[in-house]
């Protein structure tokens, strides 16, 4: 982190054109941002896309932002691009539906400046709340659709779709994937090259999207599709390859043509780069020089439903999954059903050994915990919750989420929850859980909805002072700008306020003191109507956090009872189990543990709920160095 | 399969570890040899104690950044139990050099689960050639626990396609800004992973 940020707040001097570098999909569109003389680019982060403007930020001569989320992301980029300045913004497939708004009116009015959106969908979900497929967005919004296959190809695809935008004077669309952006390959990389802003021309009837201007100009999104059409047949992006083996031909886009390559080096291969509007010439010369078609598409079956529908016959989701990626482990069996050949069952050694599952986990001495442990030991309650690292509180030990669908969703959910109750609920406490970043994100009008609804839920805004599970960006309430440079830093507390929650309901909380967490949560679900308690303490990730001085577990003092072990923090360790028989004859499972002094970082948690006090500090001679250097007093 | 020329090692760990980092140096040092590298990242939730994996291939031409299951020329494990986990994707001949590290996670502490007692044991018993050996103790001995992943590197040095020395190039390029003394110590951490593993799997 710290590293990260010094770098941020430095721009770098870029490397020089013709240098091979080993890039990440992320940092590729970044270096071709740059070289494609952008003037704007704003993002919120998200996974896998955060990298893009993170990288594009050390480029010198541009404006970067984080944005507060992606539709503001999507109009910063749009009003740049008004003035003639060539514009980007960049987000992971679910900002883009918050940004839809944007989306399908500005795709109306078309670009001035080039502007592009890179939208990266996460192919697999390794960090998502679903795998949605963006090339959508390209046929409801009749906006040209881009995809790379590896780093080299989204630099170049980058830097071409910026022409493309001014020329046809659309936005573009450049699809990416979890296995682009985060795959490092070698990228020759270029010049630089100017683009002075032409300059904001007043034209009401293409700017104002009132009905009348609108309509006058919808006709034009279909033409558009047209000529598109035509620009794809011609376009160096869409390759038919003939191959030699001619039982299956393949159309690909994407990572799916890498694994269609490795898997079938020898199949013909329409690689479709601008694959939307696809380019229907160069599909009827593939369809006719093989003898059966076969449609490979992460995720959904959109190209296959197409061209079928231009009266081309094709194979896709009937023998493909519509779930995960297509990697040659996957095609290689699929294509031996489309030809009717036994499938051979995987070889033993090939199949996985069975390992306990490792997901992932809050920090130690993340103040998340002491929230989670909180609500764990708290009974009649729902708590629904949102995206974030904090979304982990739905796991163990803890259990103490009940929902989570999208950022900003846990307030207006927690709200229905309390409205539609029935008798069966209606002794429960209703409960929401936000980070600070989700808060500013979409967040806010949710608790607005609730104070003017007269709604009763008790928010807990967890407050680690940054976006923290894609990596510890800055926020407005930071105090931070993109470049780790100083910028007004935004008073939650004031905003809980003037979005109607009463003064004397605004609780501000330390998280590492659970006996505060308890009375202060215990409170406010008591009393009617809405109530926030802000639980601040810098994520452990940060600069911001300093860590304590570590605990050790006294090993003669510890009973077994496993308190500790619930708190669910990662440096706790059970040493060994044991179960004994109560007076009451009931049967009580121990836990003896210590702790990887090492990992600790002193919050504290663990110590408030040991019962026979083992739970001491580290002597100081034995405090590992690092802490020693960084550490508080204590 | 175009794969005969490719070299596919994969990297396994957890968060945290420095798994990225150490396949960084070796996809430096394949690109230094003149090959064609592609790498993957994995971020996002990984970096909250969860699995990491980072696939390196280098070859002629490198097409699929994924490594299939059975191919695996050499697995450089980070800890016990996740070299146990990817440990079918070695091919046949390949080798996996594990450092000894137990990181259990909260799910086997609250006794949901178990952790395997002995992991490498486990491959061995698959039929996978493991060398393993205490990347972190070693460290220490050195003086220094951050030297673990340059004793990792160190450790597959020989089992590269190509020669040691490129491999320790590219760490010493990498910290030559902290220093001679830094420099010195990660030679000396990656001599020491190498001997870690020659003296296992020589002869007796």
């Given at each position: 982190m710290a590293?990260?940020?010094s770098q941020l707040s430095n721009p770098l001097a870029p490397p020089p054109a013709a240098s091979r570098l080993l890039l990440s999909g992320n940092e590729a569109v970044a270096r071709a941002v740059w070289e494609s003389g952008v003037r704007v680019a704003a993002a919120y982060p998200g996974t896998p896309a955060t990298e893009i403007i993170e990288s594009v930020a050390r480029y010198p001569d541009l404006y970067a932002e984080w944005s507060v989320n992606e539709k503001v992301s999507m109009e910063v980029a749009l009003g740049a691009s008004m003035t003639g300045a060539r514009a980007f913004c960049a987000m992971k497939h679910v900002g883009l539906n918050v940004a839809s708004d944007c989306l399908m009116t500005m795709t109306i009015t078309g670009a001035y400046g080039g502007?592009?959106?890179a939208v990266a969908d996460d192919v697999g979900m390794s960090s998502s709340q679903n795998e949605q497929d963006s090339r959508y967005w390209g046929r409801f919004a009749h906006i040209p659709v881009l995809e790379p296959a590896d780093s080299q190809e989204a630099y170049e695809m980058t830097k071409f779709a910026f022409g493309l935008s001014e020329q046809y004077e659309t936005p573009v669309l450049l699809r990416l994937t979890t296995r682009i952006c985060h795959v490092k390959g070698l990228v020759v990389v270029g010049e630089r090259e100017a683009h002075e802003p032409a300059g904001f021309v007043k034209n009401p009837q293409r700017w104002v999207m009132v009905p009348a201007h609108a309509k006058a100009r919808i006709p034009g999104l279909y033409q558009r599709d047209e000529t598109l059409r035509g620009v794809s047949d011609a376009s160096p992006l869409n390759v038919l390859e003939a191959g030699t083996d001619r039982s299956v031909g393949f159309v690909a886009s994407g990572p799916a043509y890498m694994h269609v390559k490795e898997a079938f080096p020898n199949a013909p291969v329409l690689k479709l780069g601008f694959s939307h509007p696809w380019p229907p010439e160069k599909m009827r010369?593939?369809?006719?020089?093989?003898?059966?078609?076969?449609?490979?598409?992460?995720t959904e079956k959109l190209l296959e439903t197409e061209i079928k529908a231009a009266g081309i016959a094709c194979h896709g989701k009937d023998v493909l999954p519509s779930l995960g990626e297509l990697s040659p482990q996957v095609l290689l069996p699929a294509v031996d059903r489309l030809l009717g050949k036994a499938v051979p069952p995987p070889a033993p050694a090939a199949a996985p050994m069975k390992v306990f599952p490792r997901p992932p986990t809050l920090c130690a001495s993340c103040p998340h915990m002491g929230m989670y442990y909180t609500l764990s030991q708290i009974k009649n309650i729902i708590v629904a919750g949102d995206i974030g690292c904090y979304t982990l509180g739905a796991g163990h030990p803890w259990n103490a989420l009940d929902t989570t669908i999208c950022m900003g969703a846990t307030m207006g959910v927690a709200l229905g929850i309390d409205k539609g109750r029935g008798a069966v609920d209606k002794n429960k406490r209703?409960?929401?859980?936000?980070?600070d970043s989700t808060f500013m994100h979409m967040g806010m009008q949710g608790l607005l909805d609730i104070t003017y609804n007269h709604g009763n839920v008790t928010v807990l805004l967890l407050d680690n002072n940054t976006t923290g599970m894609t990596g510890g960006q800055a926020t407005p309430a930071s105090g931070k700008d993109i470049h780790g440079k100083e910028a007004p830093k935004v008073d939650l507390v004031k905003i809980v306020e003037a979005l109607g929650v009463p003064n004397?309901?605004?609780?501000?909380?330390d998280p590492y003191e659970l006996p505060v967490l308890f009375k202060?949560?215990?409170?406010e679900i008591k009393i009617e109507g809405p109530s926030v308690i802000i639980a601040r303490r810098p994520c452990v990730l940060t600069d911001e956090f300093k860590p304590f001085r570590p605990y050790l577990v006294e090993e003669d003092k510890c009973t077994g009872c496993g308190n500790c072990v619930e708190v669910g923090c990662p440096a706790i360790h059970v040493t060994h189990r044991d179960k004994v028989i109560k007076p009451s004859g009931k049967e009580v499972d121990l836990a003896f543990v210590t702790i990887d002094s090492q990992a600790c970082t002193g919050c504290g948690l663990c110590v408030q709920p040991c019962a026979p006090d083992a739970i001491q500090h580290v002597p100081r001679r034995d405090i590992p160095i690092h802490i020693v250097k960084t550490s508080h007093a204590s | 399969m175009s794969q005969n020329d490719i070299t596919n090692i994969l990297v396994c760990g957890i968060g945290g570890q420095g798994v990225m980092t150490a396949t960084e140096i070796l996809a430096e040092a394949a690109i230094a040899e003149g090959h064609d590298v592609k790498k993957t990242e994995v971020a996002g939730m990984a970096q909250r104690g969860g699995v990491v994996t980072s696939h390196l291939r280098f070859g002629r031409k490198v097409l699929s950044p994924q490594i299939e299951p059975g191919t695996v020329q050499v697995l450089l494990g980070f800890e016990g139990a996740e070299a146990l986990r990817w440990s079918h994707y070695l091919r046949p001949d390949g080798l996996a050099l594990v450092n000894n590290a137990k990181l259990v996670p909260p799910v086997v502490e609250l006794g949901l689960f178990d952790y395997p007692v002995d992991p490498t044991?486990?491959?061995?018993a698959a039929g996978h050639r493991v060398v393993s050996f205490d990347a972190m103790s070693i460290a220490r001995d050195l003086g220094e626990v951050r030297l673990g992943n340059t004793v990792m590197l160190g450790a597959i040095a020989d089992y590269l396609p190509f020669a040691p020395?490129?491999?320790?190039?590219?760490i010493v390029k990498r910290f030559a800004r902290k220093g001679e003394q830094v420099v010195d110590a990660n030679r000396r951490a990656f001599a020491a992973g190498r001997e870690a593993v020659a003296k296992q799997l020589a002869p007796a």
């Amino acid at each position: 982190m710290a590293a990260v940020m010094s770098q941020l707040s430095n721009p770098l001097a870029p490397p020089p054109a013709a240098s091979r570098l080993l890039l990440s999909g992320n940092e590729a569109v970044a270096r071709a941002v740059w070289e494609s003389g952008v003037r704007v680019a704003a993002a919120y982060p998200g996974t896998p896309a955060t990298e893009i403007i993170e990288s594009v930020a050390r480029y010198p001569d541009l404006y970067a932002e984080w944005s507060v989320n992606e539709k503001v992301s999507m109009e910063v980029a749009l009003g740049a691009s008004m003035t003639g300045a060539r514009a980007f913004c960049a987000m992971k497939h679910v900002g883009l539906n918050v940004a839809s708004d944007c989306l399908m009116t500005m795709t109306i009015t078309g670009a001035y400046g080039g502007l592009v959106i890179a939208v990266a969908d996460d192919v697999g979900m390794s960090s998502s709340q679903n795998e949605q497929d963006s090339r959508y967005w390209g046929r409801f919004a009749h906006i040209p659709v881009l995809e790379p296959a590896d780093s080299q190809e989204a630099y170049e695809m980058t830097k071409f779709a910026f022409g493309l935008s001014e020329q046809y004077e659309t936005p573009v669309l450049l699809r990416l994937t979890t296995r682009i952006c985060h795959v490092k390959g070698l990228v020759v990389v270029g010049e630089r090259e100017a683009h002075e802003p032409a300059g904001f021309v007043k034209n009401p009837q293409r700017w104002v999207m009132v009905p009348a201007h609108a309509k006058a100009r919808i006709p034009g999104l279909y033409q558009r599709d047209e000529t598109l059409r035509g620009v794809s047949d011609a376009s160096p992006l869409n390759v038919l390859e003939a191959g030699t083996d001619r039982s299956v031909g393949f159309v690909a886009s994407g990572p799916a043509y890498m694994h269609v390559k490795e898997a079938f080096p020898n199949a013909p291969v329409l690689k479709l780069g601008f694959s939307h509007p696809w380019p229907p010439e160069k599909m009827r010369a593939l369809a006719a020089m093989c003898d059966k078609l076969l449609v490979v598409e992460e995720t959904e079956k959109l190209l296959e439903t197409e061209i079928k529908a231009a009266g081309i016959a094709c194979h896709g989701k009937d023998v493909l999954p519509s779930l995960g990626e297509l990697s040659p482990q996957v095609l290689l069996p699929a294509v031996d059903r489309l030809l009717g050949k036994a499938v051979p069952p995987p070889a033993p050694a090939a199949a996985p050994m069975k390992v306990f599952p490792r997901p992932p986990t809050l920090c130690a001495s993340c103040p998340h915990m002491g929230m989670y442990y909180t609500l764990s030991q708290i009974k009649n309650i729902i708590v629904a919750g949102d995206i974030g690292c904090y979304t982990l509180g739905a796991g163990h030990p803890w259990n103490a989420l009940d929902t989570t669908i999208c950022m900003g969703a846990t307030m207006g959910v927690a709200l229905g929850i309390d409205k539609g109750r029935g008798a069966v609920d209606k002794n429960k406490r209703i409960l929401a859980v936000i980070g600070d970043s989700t808060f500013m994100h979409m967040g806010m009008q949710g608790l607005l909805d609730i104070t003017y609804n007269h709604g009763n839920v008790t928010v807990l805004l967890l407050d680690n002072n940054t976006t923290g599970m894609t990596g510890g960006q800055a926020t407005p309430a930071s105090g931070k700008d993109i470049h780790g440079k100083e910028a007004p830093k935004v008073d939650l507390v004031k905003i809980v306020e003037a979005l109607g929650v009463p003064n004397e309901r605004i609780q501000v909380v330390d998280p590492y003191e659970l006996p505060v967490l308890f009375k202060a949560v215990r409170e406010e679900i008591k009393i009617e109507g809405p109530s926030v308690i802000i639980a601040r303490r810098p994520c452990v990730l940060t600069d911001e956090f300093k860590p304590f001085r570590p605990y050790l577990v006294e090993e003669d003092k510890c009973t077994g009872c496993g308190n500790c072990v619930e708190v669910g923090c990662p440096a706790i360790h059970v040493t060994h189990r044991d179960k004994v028989i109560k007076p009451s004859g009931k049967e009580v499972d121990l836990a003896f543990v210590t702790i990887d002094s090492q990992a600790c970082t002193g919050c504290g948690l663990c110590v408030q709920p040991c019962a026979p006090d083992a739970i001491q500090h580290v002597p100081r001679r034995d405090i590992p160095i690092h802490i020693v250097k960084t550490s508080h007093a204590s | 399969m175009s794969q005969n020329d490719i070299t596919n090692i994969l990297v396994c760990g957890i968060g945290g570890q420095g798994v990225m980092t150490a396949t960084e140096i070796l996809a430096e040092a394949a690109i230094a040899e003149g090959h064609d590298v592609k790498k993957t990242e994995v971020a996002g939730m990984a970096q909250r104690g969860g699995v990491v994996t980072s696939h390196l291939r280098f070859g002629r031409k490198v097409l699929s950044p994924q490594i299939e299951p059975g191919t695996v020329q050499v697995l450089l494990g980070f800890e016990g139990a996740e070299a146990l986990r990817w440990s079918h994707y070695l091919r046949p001949d390949g080798l996996a050099l594990v450092n000894n590290a137990k990181l259990v996670p909260p799910v086997v502490e609250l006794g949901l689960f178990d952790y395997p007692v002995d992991p490498t044991g486990q491959m061995r018993a698959a039929g996978h050639r493991v060398v393993s050996f205490d990347a972190m103790s070693i460290a220490r001995d050195l003086g220094e626990v951050r030297l673990g992943n340059t004793v990792m590197l160190g450790a597959i040095a020989d089992y590269l396609p190509f020669a040691p020395d490129v491999l320790l190039a590219c760490i010493v390029k990498r910290f030559a800004r902290k220093g001679e003394q830094v420099v010195d110590a990660n030679r000396r951490a990656f001599a020491a992973g190498r001997e870690a593993v020659a003296k296992q799997l020589a002869p007796a």
